[in-house]
């Protein structure tokens, strides 16, 4: 049974800053990785889908990455903004989505 | 399109009483699903459709869940009694394979919460 993790569950750093969020799964065997951004009260809002036959995906000033070997995946973000501030999850799957916890990002002006 | 649309946004209501959620999928989309998220379980998949049939409700916790879909424009997920650790916030997200990966990219609704008291 797939399960993912993120690790911290908490970010704290200043506007400006490069950050990368870290994703982990169990099961190397995987379909596509995602990377959703919720913001408080809503619902989530997909960033990144990464195939397992690739390495990386770049929207912006977000790059996803995917090692299966090692079974992680790692969100980088770029000059972050205040605006980037939300909870960051990452999920597995094909039609089925298993989601890691999240985590939480505060960028400060 | 304006989204998948929930309905309620908010639902207080007492220990056994019938909650049915609402769901509109954005028009187009053939596959349903239905998330439950808690602080401490994180996001969970209770059921999804395929062009209006329940392909998998292995993460339905209990049988006084329920979710239907009549048609391609609507489901509901219902519970019945409710009880406390129902308390959650629900989720509604529709999809449609993507053409190049075959992945599905869910749209989200904003979501209902539920509180059980």
């Known amino acids: 049974k797939q399960e993912v993790t993120q690790i911290p569950a908490a970010l704290s750093v200043p506007e400006g800053e490069n950050l990368v969020l870290n994703c982990s799964f169990t099961?190397?065997?995987?379909?596509?990785l995602q990377w959703f951004r919720q913001d408080p009260g809503k619902g989530l809002t997909s960033l990144l889908l990464?195939?397992?036959?690739?390495r990386e995906q770049t929207s912006g000033r977000l790059n996803a990455s995917l090692d299966k070997s090692s079974g992680r995946s790692t969100l980088y973000i770029a000059a972050s903004q205040p605006g980037d501030s939300a909870t960051y999850l990452c999920?597995?799957?094909?039609?089925?989505?298993?989601f890691g916890t999240g985590t939480r990002l505060l960028v400060s002006p | 399109d304006a989204g998948v649309i929930q309905s309620p946004r908010h639902e207080v209501t007492e220990m056994g009483q019938e909650v049915t959620l609402r769901c509109k999928p954005i028009?187009?989309?053939?596959?349903l699903f239905w998330y439950r998220q808690t602080m401490m379980r994180g996001l969970e998949l209770l059921i999804y459709?395929?062009?209006?049939?329940?392909?998998?409700d292995s993460g339905m916790p209990e049988d006084r869940f329920s979710a239907k879909m009549p048609n391609a424009s609507f489901s509901t997920l219902k519970i019945q009694p409710s009880e406390p650790r129902d308390s959650a916030v629900y989720f509604c997200?529709?999809?449609?394979?993507?053409?190049?990966?075959?992945?599905?990219?869910?749209?989200f609704g904003a979501g209902s919460r539920l509180t059980v008291l």
């Open positions: 997200a529709s999809s449609k394979p993507g053409q190049v990966t075959g992945a599905n990219v869910l749209t």
């Open positions: 099961d190397s065997a995987i379909y596509n």
């Open positions: 999920a597995e799957g094909f039609q089925k989505l298993v």
């Open positions: 028009s187009g989309h053939d596959y």
């Open positions: 990464i195939q397992s036959s690739q």
């Open positions: 459709f395929n062009n209006n049939v329940p392909i998998d």
